[in-house]
């Protein structure tokens, strides 16, 4: 049985992985430093990158000869 390929390359799953966790740094940080609610958007963008990251990863775990409608 082989497993699927998710529809994110290599170096986008890691660019991925970057960025999500850039931005889940930053949330906390500039809730320290700032006084707005503008750190609500870096964890919204975190929970984003982190929600096509489990796609992907449910794609890769999925069997190759398995239906996309799932």
């Known amino acids: ?12 799953r890691r660019l991925a992985w970057l960025g999500f966790l850039l931005a889940a740094v930053q ?3 500039s ?16 929970l984003m990158v982190a929600t096509v990251i489990i ?9 190759a000869d398995a239906p996309s409608s799932e």
């Open 1 to 12: 049985m082989h497993q699927g390929s998710g529809f994110l390359s290599t170096r986008q």
């Open 27 to 29: 949330a906390p940080v």
């Open 31 to 46: 809730a320290r430093l700032v006084d707005d609610s503008s750190w609500l958007f870096s964890l919204c963008v975190a």
């Open 55 to 63: 796609a992907d990863d449910a794609a890769r775990r999925r069997p």
